[in-house]
């Protein structure tokens, strides 16, 4: 099976510009979480879809970050404009919705915006 | 208000001794799950261990059990025999409520160190 898979892996942008992060969870994964670490500190909560739903979307730091989630599969995080403090690694995971199992996580991608 | 606490930033262990890597939380909801993931260098998050609330025996998974005491909100991990593999980063976090879904909170972090 394949596990969550996100892309790019790293991404250097100019301050202003926008970036687009995909996520694609495990097949049949109804629930798609997205996590940001900024360096150093904790791994935040993001967003969370269930299915192409938002189910929270209440770690969304401001306007500028857009998450989609089409027809339920692979999910999208943009931002724009990018802001120097937008940098960090984000993370992707799903989950089947069973109360005991971790999330499955993606490897991340490494934003630096300079 | 902080939810996960980890106060050890890095923590060093000699190779094959056991090591306690400290969480504490903070909740007001009766249900809930505690979980440990670990993050080698390579970067990729690594589900470890699960505890629920309810659950009346520590959770364990090979060389890694979870060491829960309720009353003090602490879910330490405990890894055994600590290989050099074992060198990473590690998270305690907590997900609020029954059903899966609900999103989980993250700790600070733990960088685990193994000596040869």
């Known amino acids: 099976e394949a596990g969550v898979t996100q892309f790019p892996s790293h991404s250097v942008i100019e301050k202003g510009q926008t970036v687009t992060l995909r996520c694609d969870p495990i097949?049949?994964?109804?629930?798609l979480y997205w996590y940001r670490r900024v360096m150093g500190k904790e791994i935040k909560f993001l967003l969370h879809?269930?299915?192409?739903?938002?189910?929270?979307e209440s770690g969304m730091p401001n306007n500028r970050f857009l998450a989609e989630r089409t027809g339920g599969t692979y999910s999208t995080l943009k931002v724009q404009p990018a802001e120097l403090e937008d940098s960090g690694v984000y993370f992707c995971?799903?989950?089947?919705?069973?109360?005991?199992?971790?999330?499955?996580f993606g490897s991340g991608t490494r934003l630096t915006v300079v | 208000a902080q939810k996960i606490t980890q106060t050890q930033p890095g923590m060093f262990v000699q190779e094959k001794e056991a090591v306690t890597l400290d969480c504490t939380y903070d909740t007001s909801d009766p249900s809930y799950g505690l979980f440990w993931y670990k993050q080698p260098s390579s970067g990729e998050m690594i589900f470890l261990i699960y505890?629920?609330?309810?659950?009346?025996q520590n959770a364990t998974e090979g060389r890694y059990s979870l060491n829960f005491q309720k009353a003090r909100k602490s879910a330490n991990l405990v890894i055994s025999a600590s290989q050099l593999g074992d060198s990473a980063m590690y998270f305690c976090a907590m997900r609020e409520g029954l059903t899966g879904g609900f999103k989980t909170i993250f700790g600070a972090g733990t960088r685990l160190f193994v000596k040869a």
């Open positions: 097949s049949g994964h109804d629930n």
């Open positions: 505890q629920g609330s309810y659950d009346q």
């Open positions: 995971a799903s989950s089947q919705g069973m109360a005991n199992y971790g999330y499955t």
């Open positions: 879809f269930v299915k192409e739903s938002k189910q929270d």
